[in-house]
Protein backbone atom coordinates (compact mmCIF):
# COMPACT_ATOMS: atom_id res chain seq x y z
CA UNK A 1 0.00 0.00 0.00
CA UNK A 2 3.03 2.72 0.88
CA UNK A 3 3.74 2.68 -2.89
CA UNK A 4 0.86 3.70 -4.20
CA UNK A 5 1.01 7.15 -2.66
CA UNK A 6 1.75 8.95 -5.29
CA UNK A 7 -1.17 7.92 -7.32
CA UNK A 8 -3.23 9.40 -5.20
CA UNK A 9 -1.47 12.79 -4.56
CA UNK A 10 -3.95 15.65 -5.25
CA UNK A 11 -3.46 17.89 -8.51
CA UNK A 12 -2.03 21.38 -6.79
CA UNK A 13 -0.25 19.98 -4.38
CA UNK A 14 3.88 19.37 -3.97
CA UNK A 15 5.20 16.58 -1.97
CA UNK A 16 8.93 14.59 -2.22
CA UNK A 17 8.54 11.45 -2.54
CA UNK A 18 11.23 9.07 -1.44
CA UNK A 19 11.78 5.36 -1.76
CA UNK A 20 14.00 3.59 0.73
CA UNK A 21 15.40 1.47 -2.20
CA UNK A 22 17.23 5.23 -3.22
CA UNK A 23 15.29 7.36 -4.75
CA UNK A 24 14.39 10.77 -3.88
CA UNK A 25 11.21 12.49 -6.26
CA UNK A 26 9.44 9.44 -6.58
CA UNK A 27 5.94 9.54 -8.58
CA UNK A 28 3.10 7.49 -9.75
CA UNK A 29 3.32 4.26 -11.57
CA UNK A 30 4.28 4.95 -15.14
CA UNK A 31 2.18 4.11 -18.24
CA UNK A 32 3.67 1.02 -20.12
CA UNK A 33 5.66 3.75 -22.42
CA UNK A 34 7.55 5.28 -19.25
CA UNK A 35 8.79 2.32 -17.73
CA UNK A 36 12.51 1.78 -16.78
CA UNK A 37 14.16 -0.96 -16.97
CA UNK A 38 16.87 0.42 -14.18
CA UNK A 39 14.46 1.63 -12.13
CA UNK A 40 12.17 -0.28 -9.38
CA UNK A 41 10.47 -0.51 -5.89
CA UNK A 42 11.16 -2.88 -3.21
CA UNK A 43 8.28 -4.56 -4.55
CA UNK A 44 10.00 -5.03 -7.67
CA UNK A 45 7.62 -3.29 -9.47
CA UNK A 46 8.46 -0.30 -11.92
CA UNK A 47 9.05 3.28 -10.59
CA UNK A 48 9.27 6.33 -13.19
CA UNK A 49 12.59 7.98 -12.97
CA UNK A 50 11.90 11.35 -13.23
CA UNK A 51 14.15 14.31 -14.68
CA UNK A 52 14.12 15.78 -11.33
CA UNK A 53 13.96 12.52 -9.39
CA UNK A 54 17.57 11.82 -7.34
CA UNK A 55 19.18 7.93 -7.37
CA UNK A 56 21.16 7.30 -4.56
CA UNK A 57 23.12 4.02 -2.57
CA UNK A 58 20.23 2.99 -0.09
CA UNK A 59 21.17 3.55 3.07
CA UNK A 60 21.53 7.32 2.19
CA UNK A 61 17.16 7.42 2.53
CA UNK A 62 17.56 5.88 6.26
CA UNK A 63 20.24 8.61 7.33
CA UNK A 64 17.93 10.86 5.59
CA UNK A 65 15.03 10.10 8.24
CA UNK A 66 17.26 9.22 11.04
CA UNK A 67 18.70 13.08 11.03
CA UNK A 68 14.96 13.94 11.38
CA UNK A 69 14.80 15.24 7.29
CA UNK A 70 11.77 13.62 6.84
CA UNK A 71 8.06 14.70 7.65
CA UNK A 72 6.39 11.40 7.41
CA UNK A 73 7.42 8.02 6.87
CA UNK A 74 4.97 5.69 5.47
CA UNK A 75 5.48 1.94 5.51
CA UNK A 76 3.93 -1.55 6.19
CA UNK A 77 4.84 -3.63 9.21
CA UNK A 78 3.96 -7.13 10.91
CA UNK A 79 1.99 -5.69 14.15
CA UNK A 80 1.06 -2.54 15.92
CA UNK A 81 -0.06 -2.29 19.40
CA UNK A 82 -2.73 0.41 21.07
CA UNK A 83 0.87 1.85 22.35
CA UNK A 84 1.63 2.43 18.70
CA UNK A 85 4.83 -0.04 19.11
CA UNK A 86 5.48 -1.17 15.65
CA UNK A 87 6.91 -4.90 15.17
CA UNK A 88 7.87 -5.15 11.16
CA UNK A 89 10.79 -7.10 10.49
CA UNK A 90 10.98 -10.64 11.87
CA UNK A 91 8.83 -13.73 12.61
CA UNK A 92 10.80 -15.80 14.94
CA UNK A 93 8.86 -19.27 14.20
CA UNK A 94 9.49 -19.12 10.99
CA UNK A 95 13.12 -17.64 10.67
CA UNK A 96 11.58 -14.92 8.25
CA UNK A 97 13.21 -11.32 8.22
CA UNK A 98 11.88 -8.56 5.97
CA UNK A 99 14.62 -6.12 4.46
CA UNK A 100 16.58 -6.19 7.99
CA UNK A 101 15.23 -4.05 10.86
CA UNK A 102 13.72 -1.52 9.15
CA UNK A 103 14.08 0.54 12.20
CA UNK A 104 15.74 3.20 10.50
CA UNK A 105 12.43 3.86 8.51
CA UNK A 106 10.97 5.01 11.96
CA UNK A 107 13.89 6.25 13.80
CA UNK A 108 13.94 10.35 13.47
CA UNK A 109 10.47 10.43 11.07
CA UNK A 110 8.61 13.23 12.41
CA UNK A 111 5.40 10.85 12.32
CA UNK A 112 5.26 7.32 11.13
CA UNK A 113 1.92 5.79 9.33
CA UNK A 114 1.18 1.93 9.23
CA UNK A 115 -0.42 1.73 5.61
CA UNK A 116 -1.47 -2.21 5.43
CA UNK A 117 -4.00 -4.64 5.36
CA UNK A 118 -6.45 -4.67 8.52
CA UNK A 119 -5.80 -8.33 9.44
CA UNK A 120 -3.80 -11.17 8.06
CA UNK A 121 -4.28 -13.75 5.94
CA UNK A 122 -6.13 -16.30 7.65
CA UNK A 123 -8.03 -13.26 8.84
CA UNK A 124 -5.97 -12.44 12.73
CA UNK A 125 -5.78 -9.14 14.25
CA UNK A 126 -2.40 -7.07 13.28
CA UNK A 127 -4.04 -4.53 15.86
CA UNK A 128 -2.99 -5.95 18.90
CA UNK A 129 -3.30 -4.97 22.77
CA UNK A 130 0.68 -5.91 22.86
CA UNK A 131 2.93 -6.82 20.15
CA UNK A 132 4.03 -10.43 20.16
CA UNK A 133 6.80 -9.92 17.73
CA UNK A 134 9.99 -8.31 18.42
CA UNK A 135 9.73 -4.39 18.02
CA UNK A 136 11.16 -2.15 15.84
CA UNK A 137 10.05 0.93 17.38
CA UNK A 138 8.91 2.22 20.41
CA UNK A 139 5.16 4.54 20.24
CA UNK A 140 6.18 5.31 16.80
CA UNK A 141 3.38 4.77 15.30
CA UNK A 142 0.65 8.11 14.67
CA UNK A 143 -1.73 6.73 12.00
CA UNK A 144 -2.70 3.27 11.11
CA UNK A 145 -4.23 3.48 7.57
CA UNK A 146 -6.05 0.04 6.46
CA UNK A 147 -8.64 -0.49 3.72
CA UNK A 148 -11.26 -0.68 6.42
CA UNK A 149 -10.35 3.16 7.12
CA UNK A 150 -7.42 4.81 9.23
CA UNK A 151 -7.46 4.76 12.89
CA UNK A 152 -5.04 7.49 14.75
CA UNK A 153 -2.84 5.93 17.39
CA UNK A 154 -2.95 7.37 20.70
CA UNK A 155 -0.97 6.18 23.88
CA UNK A 156 -3.14 3.60 25.69
CA UNK A 157 -6.20 3.88 22.85
CA UNK A 158 -7.14 3.40 19.54
CA UNK A 159 -9.57 6.27 18.11
CA UNK A 160 -11.38 4.91 14.75
CA UNK A 161 -12.00 7.97 13.05
CA UNK A 162 -13.14 7.27 9.67
CA UNK A 163 -14.24 4.18 8.06
CA UNK A 164 -13.89 2.93 4.32
CA UNK A 165 -17.21 2.57 2.40
CA UNK A 166 -18.93 -0.34 3.14
CA UNK A 167 -17.05 -1.30 6.24
CA UNK A 168 -18.90 -1.70 9.23
CA UNK A 169 -17.79 -0.75 13.10
CA UNK A 170 -18.29 -4.22 13.60
CA UNK A 171 -16.04 -5.88 11.33
CA UNK A 172 -13.27 -3.27 12.18
CA UNK A 173 -13.74 -4.28 15.90
CA UNK A 174 -14.27 -8.09 15.00
CA UNK A 175 -10.50 -7.73 13.34
CA UNK A 176 -8.79 -5.77 15.85
CA UNK A 177 -7.63 -7.16 19.08
CA UNK A 178 -7.90 -3.99 21.34
CA UNK A 179 -10.79 -2.22 22.22
CA UNK A 180 -11.63 1.07 19.99
CA UNK A 181 -12.37 4.21 20.93
CA UNK A 182 -15.20 5.49 18.77
CA UNK A 183 -15.61 9.53 18.20
CA UNK A 184 -18.71 11.14 19.31
CA UNK A 185 -21.22 10.57 16.63
CA UNK A 186 -19.79 7.98 15.31
CA UNK A 187 -17.06 7.68 12.52
CA UNK A 188 -17.12 8.94 9.56
CA UNK A 189 -17.38 7.33 6.20
CA UNK A 190 -15.06 7.87 3.88
CA UNK A 191 -15.91 9.13 0.46
CA UNK A 192 -14.75 6.41 -2.35
CA UNK A 193 -12.16 6.91 -4.75
Same mark, same amino acid.
Given at each position: @??? &??????????????????? @?????????????????????????????????????????????? =?????????? &????????????????? +??? =?? *???????????????????? *??? &???????????????????????????? *???? *??????????? +?????? &?????????????????????
Amino acid at each position: @MPT &QIANYVPKGIEVVLQSENG @MLGVGPYPLESEIDADSSTLEKKPSPNFPAAAIFLPPIPFGMIRGG =HVDLTVLGAL &QVDEKGNLANWAIPAKN +AQR =HG *RRDGSVAGAKRVYIAWKHAT *RDN &QPKILKKCTLPLTGVEVVDHIVTETGPN *RCHT *RSLLLRELAPG +ATLEQV &QSLTEPKLLIPPGGPRVMPGL
